[in-house]
């Protein structure tokens, strides 16, 4: 119930009705964590442990076109142009959302989804595509929201989609409310065009165990997710210094540190949680061995198997030489 | 120095003068440890942070032979049939060793050392070593030491030797003196000729890191590491209850879980220590996957890429079948 009165909040009492029009498109980027969300102190709200902080890759992600259907009798989901089975947990998840704003199932929706990424594959999936959800129903309603209560809105259906409503650097503060009203995202003034990232993919198969679940399990069973939070806390102040004063290698190290401080954390559970692939850990060898020969090159890893490469432009040739399937992706319109 | 009034007060203030005899051999055996030592409280006397626990293999190990050399002006080591280079740091290791019983160098040996398992890739070569030339002393002088003082001895050369004097399960107990005296190894006496042990070998080369740098690196930079000891703390007291219980299921999932929250903690140092190979990972996978499947099958993993498997005798027909390479050792003389 505190999902509903968080919706009243944001709407003044004054639930959205039908659309001025009928149909609207938006478009959210992927998000790559910096300094990583992992732990929720309120499941219902999916109010986060820590605060978070993620760069936008605007060139990937979700364009999600609603269409409203007032004849249907249930919400209709296509996905990369298949239809969705209405029973399957992708669209339950959309369609749950959506009964937020529809208490009384008045209406429905088709939902015209364009992923250009691997789905559930650590590639920061649903963040996009409940970010690009929220935009896409904020333009259908002409809801006319400020964006930090599309943050809200976004976060409600995934944790981190708080985070993929702006490009550029993206900080989510945990906030300390109970009705999670202050726990939203907000973009940093900082412009950094040497700064790339390069996809590194592994396996894009579905990951065996949702981040929901494993977040969840790993603050329930580790032993050392207690310390998680401190190691965050210091990340941060650290992470946001070293982009104030575009210090690459301390970026780069810091990130690489905070991915691997959340992986062993999750190993630490009971049973363990393990997002390494063998593939993986030869990326990450492979990795270490380039800086250790002078290229500036660190990783970042989410909750699935593949690698997110950090760089800056001048090495932009020998990343596409060492890891010829690599996507390098544009961050400030600043590397291809 | 502190060595120095370690070894006096071991001897009585009487130091091993010339030998009985002019040969004396010995073997110790490896032992893979449950319960993992990694940090010390004190580098020069190799006092451990936290106590430990392993199970020796008797089958694996070290056998060496010390030969008296008055004619000789330096120690001379043959490892596995080759006389090794005086200048490597495997002779250095062992002369500074007996150097700690020589200060005046007045005396060399010849040490013809074979190991039947690869030399530093994380099965417990040094362990046994150090054990296997602390016996052999023993032999050679006629010291007629108390096992708990050999224990000592093997300690001052590579810590988790401590354990490898004794079949079974065997306990290194922290000790809390600042001299070391209560610091060393002791038997338990419960036998469980079930319990089998294998041998994946994943990579023989020599590991890029030794254990002692290793160790040392994580206690100094590891966010993690405060919380080891008490994870090891609980740890042993939950270890020991599964032995003396015969629970089998307990006693893998504890070692499992030790192991990884090691490796873990590894992991968060900075720079990251990582001891998975791919082919790590791949079998970590493959095992899970199979006692997932039903198959009682745990493992664990030392500061080197190979898995030590845990398993009961009855299914060693299974173990064999599915990791064709494995090399099953026995433990309490029940296994083959």
Not at 46 to 56: E, K, M, R
Request: proline letters at 5%.
């Amino acid at each position: 119930m505190k999902r509903f009165e968080l919706i009243q909040a944001i709407f003044n009492n004054q639930l959205p009705r039908e659309p001025r029009q009928v149909t609207a498109t938006a478009f959210a980027p992927i998000n790559v964590a910096l300094c990583k969300y992992w732990g929720k102190r309120n499941n219902e709200l999916n109010l986060p442990v820590t605060s978070s902080l993620s760069i936008a890759v605007p060139t990937k992600g979700t364009t999600t076109t609603l269409l409203w259907a007032p004849e249907q009798t249930q919400d209709n989901i296509i996905f990369n142009g298949k239809e969705m089975d209405p029973k399957s947990s992708f669209v339950q998840g959309i369609t749950q959302f959506l009964d937020l704003f529809r208490p009384q199932h008045k209406w429905y929706l088709q939902a015209t989804i364009k992923m250009n990424i691997a789905l559930a594959a650590g590639f920061a999936s649903s963040s996009c595509g409940f970010a690009a959800l929220s935009l896409a129903l904020n333009n259908l309603f002409t809801w006319n929201l400020e964006p930090y209560k599309l943050s809200i809105l976004a976060r409600l259906g995934s944790g981190s989609a708080a985070r993929s409503l702006w490009t550029g650097f993206v900080e989510w503060h945990r906030g300390t409310r109970d009705d999670g009203m202050d726990s939203h995202a907000s973009p940093l003034a900082e412009d950094w065009p040497a700064l790339c990232i390069g996809l590194l993919s592994v396996c894009e198969t579905e990951k065996p165990i949702s981040s929901r679940k494993a977040m969840q399990h790993t603050v329930n069973t580790s032993h050392l997710y207690p310390y998680w939070p401190e190691k965050v806390a210091q990340d941060l102040v650290k992470i946001k210094y070293a982009i104030d004063k575009r210090d690459f290698s301390l970026l780069g190290k810091l990130a690489e540190q905070n991915a691997l401080a959340m992986h062993a954390t999750m190993l630490s559970s009971q049973p363990p949680i393990c997002y390494f692939l063998s593939d993986t850990i030869a990326a990450i060898r492979r990795i270490w061995t380039l800086r250790k020969a002078g290229l500036e090159l660190y990783f970042t890893q989410d909750a699935g198997p593949n690698l997110k490469l950090l760089f800056l432009k001048k090495d932009i040739t020998a990343i596409q030489k060492f890891f010829p399937s690599v996507e390098i992706v544009s961050v400030f319109s600043g590397c291809i």
